[in-house]
């Protein structure tokens, strides 16, 4: 399979949920805890001890991804502080050895089965836990500058060995995996210094199909890409204002991941959440530039989405339901940007999202003799064409055409969407 064969599916399903949890959920001031207050191994061992979410039932998040539209999720399975939530048999540092006692991956993966949701695994190629990883001067470790780390020697082809060893185990013991997400390279953390093309090939061998994120360095972008460049483009915390176009122009895969509120993992104090109305047009606004969204939750330390993102969850899940035919399978159409909001196209059916509602009808540039029917998409109802009285005098009736929505506010506050069957051409 190549890229295009293997990102089809994701493509198609556009919106998926992204779970931080770890050790840092107990803490709860986010997941670079241990980095930014140069938490020790020993200091952060408490959090290891106590690791027991009572509460930990991933058939609930699977239901709330499903409800709220989303078809695939992605997992920490080990984030920088090295901790693993799944059974390695190369560390101890494992969700078995804590009080939890149990692989919380293979639960995982058997509840978003279950719902019918592809699954995808985080892996940090960073580890802050592993003695054989640099520790003294590096960017981000917690021990970057702690003398006592100084003149630590380090083996790194023994870390590598580890991680590819971890890479193998995930996606051996899982049965068919959907997603690898590795985040991520720096500086000259990049490439090769992975052992990247050996840990790809590997990895095509186990899962021929999986598709793989661009975090392990090369440049995706490239007309001739590393094989280590990856499948997708991961732009985090911004959406790119004109999508992503290799150096040929031609589209490249991606998904914007996007916290709900200013944190990955658990924060008991972050309540800066974004709206649900914000979070659809986000989701409008990738499609319409043929990107996906991936949705961050962070799980407490019982195992609880926070209220205040199941909440954001259920509203996206309700418009999701009465308009996802204008997320899914959809891509970027080819008009420019209206005034009102954003379009999104699957083939003859041109989607209207109307996020300003302004006064008197919407104009659509370029559309006149080009719309079969016009309907209101989350109820079907239609919508007449109709040139407005004297619209002639001020505005385009030659090559633009109006729809009339009655009353003075948006059928759908969040977002308004007009489906626009187009005539064949
Ligand atoms: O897993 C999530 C993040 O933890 C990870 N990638 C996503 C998917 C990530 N790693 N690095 N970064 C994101 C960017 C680094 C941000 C930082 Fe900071 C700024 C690290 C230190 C200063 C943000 C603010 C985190 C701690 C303080």
Redesign the pocket.
């Known amino acids: 399979m190549n890229r295009k064969e293997r990102t089809k599916w994701f493509l198609d399903d556009r919106f998926g949920m992204f779970i931080?949890w770890g050790l840092y959920a107990i803490p709860a001031r986010?997941?670079?805890v241990r980095?930014?207050e140069k938490i020790s191994n020993e200091d952060y061992e408490k959090y290891f001890e106590e690791f027991n979410p009572s509460h930990f039932n991933p058939k609930e998040w699977a239901r709330a991804a499903k409800a709220a539209g989303q078809k695939y999720a992605v997992l920490t399975t080990k984030?920088?502080d090295g901790f693993c939530l799944f059974d390695s048999k190369l560390t101890d540092y494992k969700a078995t050895n804590t009080p939890a006692k149990r692989d919380l991956i293979k639960e995982y993966v058997e509840a978003f089965r279950e719902e019918g949701l592809k699954v995808g695994f985080y892996y940090s190629i960073i580890d802050w836990h592993h003695e054989n990883y640099p520790a003294f001067g590096d960017r981000?470790h917690p021990m970057r500058d702690n003398e006592n780390f100084r003149k630590k020697q380090i083996n790194f082809d023994q870390y590598l060995e580890y991680m590819h060893g971890q890479v193998r185990e995930l996606l051996t013991n899982y049965g068919k995996i959907d997603i690898m997400w590795f985040?991520?390279s720096y500086d000259d953390m990049t490439g090769e210094k992975w052992k990247a093309t050996e840990l790809i090939q590997m990895i095509r061998d186990i899962q021929p199909d999986i598709i793989i994120d661009n975090r392990l360095g090369g440049n995706i972008k490239s007309s001739n890409p590393e094989i280590y460049a990856g499948d997708f483009y991961s732009p985090?915390q911004i959406v790119p204002p004109g999508g992503i176009l290799d150096e040929n122009g031609e589209q490249v895969p991606w998904e914007a991941?996007i916290t709900l509120n200013d944190n990955?993992g658990y924060h008991s104090k972050d309540k800066n959440y974004k709206s649900p109305k914000q979070v659809i047009r986000t989701l409008v606004e990738c499609v319409s530039k043929n990107g996906n969204l991936l949705l961050n939750v962070g799980p407490d330390a019982r195992g609880i989405i926070p209220q205040e993102s199941l909440g954001i969850l259920q509203e996206v899940g309700n418009w999701m339901q009465r308009n996802g035919e204008s997320i899914y399978r959809c891509k970027a159409a080819k008009l420019p940007k209206p005034e009102w909001g954003r379009y999104t196209q699957n083939g003859n059916k041109l989607y209207a999202h109307v996020f300003d509602r302004g006064i008197g009808p919407i104009y659509f540039a370029g559309l006149k003799d080009k719309i079969k029917k016009a309907r209101l998409l989350a109820d079907g109802s239609e919508l007449k064409i109709e040139t407005p009285w004297m619209a002639e005098q001020y505005s385009d009736i030659e090559s633009g055409a109006f729809i009339n929505l009655e009353g003075a506010r948006l059928p759908d506050e969040n977002d308004t969407v007009i489906e626009l069957e187009l005539v064949e051409d």
């Open positions: 931080h986010g997941e670079w980095s930014v984030h920088h981000n985040d991520f985090e991941c990955w």
